[in-house]
C-alpha cells in the first residue's frame, strides 16, 4: 500500500498578546510563515519576516531601552503628532507623544493569509495634552503577511480643528551599506540636513550621515542592499531618508558603534509643508506597504 505524502500545512494565523523578558507588553504575530512582533509601548512595531526562512526586514539596536519610557531604537516609530521638535515648544518630545506612549491593543482580524492588529492612541487630560491640546483617536492597523502593511488613522473627536505631523519612521535592516542604493528618488528635490550631502543625480548611495527630506514622493520607493530589493509604497506626501553615519551615532546611548552600518532609515507620512489639518470629526488615513522581493 501507497502512502499518501502528507503535505505540510501553514501554521494557522494567531496573535498572541504576552509579556517580553522586560516585562513589556508585546503582540506575537504569525500568519502563513510571516512573522511580527509589536510593542503596546508606541504600537512599535520592532520585528518582521515576511516567510519562515526571511531575514527581519527591520534593523533593532541591541542597546535600546526598554524601560517602558524611552522611544525604542529601531523598527517602526510612529512618530505623532509632531515630527522634530516644535519651535515654539523646546520641552515637547522629539517626534511626539505617540511612540513613548502606551497603547491599547484593540484586537485582531485573522485570515488565511494575514492578520490585522489594531492598536489606538486617544487624548487623554494628562500631561501629553498640555504639548497638544487636542482631542483625537489615532487607530494603527498593522496587517501582517507576505506583506506589511500599515495604517494609521486620525480622527479629529472635538469641536476645533489642528494641524499634525505624522511619520512612519522604518529602520530597515541592511547587509551591507555600502552596496545599498536607492531608486525612485532619482532627479527628486529633497531638503538635507547633512551639510556635505550634495549628490543631487543618479541613484542614491549612503556612504556615511545623510538626513534628507522629500516632498510630494509618488511612486514606490525601493532599496537595493546586496542582491534585495525591499520596496516601500506609501500614500504620504513626505519622505525622510536618514542614516546617522559614525560620528553622530557615537553620541547616541542607544546606538551600537557601528549599528548605523546595518540600517537605513525610509520613513514615510506628512511633515513640514505637508502637515495635515483636520476638522471637527474628520479623519484622515497615512497608509505605507512594505514588500521583499526574497
Ligand atoms: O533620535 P530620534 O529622536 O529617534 O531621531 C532620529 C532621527 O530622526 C529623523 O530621521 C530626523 O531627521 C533626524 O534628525 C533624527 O536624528
Redesign the pocket.
Known amino acids: 500500500m501507497r502512502l499518501k505524502k502528507k503535505t505540510p500545512s501553514a501554521p494557522t494565523p494567531s496573535a498572541q498578546l504576552g509579556r517580553d523578558q522586560h516585562g513589556l507588553l508585546e503582540l506575537t504575530v504569525e500568519a502563513l510563515g510571516a512573522c511580527a512582533t509589536i510593542y503596546l509601548h508606541g504600537a512599535h512595531v520592532t520585528s518582521w519576516k515576511p516567510s519562515a526562512a526571511a531575514p527581519d526586514v527591520l534593523w533593532m539596536s541591541e542597546t535600546t531601552s526598554f524601560d517602558g519610557i524611552t ?1 525604542l ?1 529601531g523598527g517602526i ?1 510612529v ?1 505623532f503628532p509632531w ?2 521638535t516644535p519651535s515654539e515648544d523646546t520641552f515637547a518630545p ?2 511626539g507623544f505617540a511612540r513613548q506612549s502606551a497603547w491599547d491593543y484593540l484586537g485582531s482580524n485573522l485570515s488565511s493569509e494575514s492578520v490585522t492588529a489594531v492598536f489606538q492612541l486617544a487624548s487623554r487630560a494628562d500631561d501629553r495634552s498640555s504639548h497638544w491640546p487636542h482631542s483625537f483617536t489615532a487607530t494603527y492597523s498593522v496587517t501582517v503577511g507576505r506583506e506589511l502593511q500599515l495604517s494609521l488613522k486620525v480622527t479629529n473627536t472635538g469641536l476645533q480643528a489642528f494641524s499634525f505631523e505624522e511619520m512612519l ?1 522604518t529602520y530597515f535592516a541592511i547587509r551591507d551599506l555600502r552596496a545599498v542604493s536607492f531608486h525612485g528618488l532619482e532627479g527628486a528635490p529633497f531638503i538635507s ?1 547633512a551639510p556635505a550631502d550634495l549628490r543631487r543625480s543618479g541613484p542614491t548611495i549612503v556612504g556615511d550621515e545623510i ?1 534628507r ?1 522629500y516632498q510630494g514622493l509618488t511612486d514606490p520607493v525601493t532599496i537595493s542592499d546586496a542582491g534585495r530589493n525591499t520596496r516601500i509604497t506609501s500614500n504620504g506626501l513626505s519622505s ?1 531618508l ?1 542614516n ?1 553615519g559614525a560620528r ?1 551615532a557615537r553620541e ?1 546611548d542607544d546606538f551600537q558603534d557601528d549599528g548605523w552600518k546595518k540600517m537605513v ?1 525610509f ?1 514615510s507620512g506628512n511633515i513640514r509643508e505637508s502637515t495635515q489639518t483636520l476638522g471637527p470629526g474628520a479623519s484622515h488615513v497615512l497608509n505605507v506597504t512594505i514588500s521583499v522581493d526574497r
Request: proline share 16%.
Open positions: 522611544p531604537r516609530p512618530c515630527f522634530g522629539q517626534h519612521h540636513a538626513s527630506v525622510v536618514w546617522p553622530i547616541f532609515c520613513e
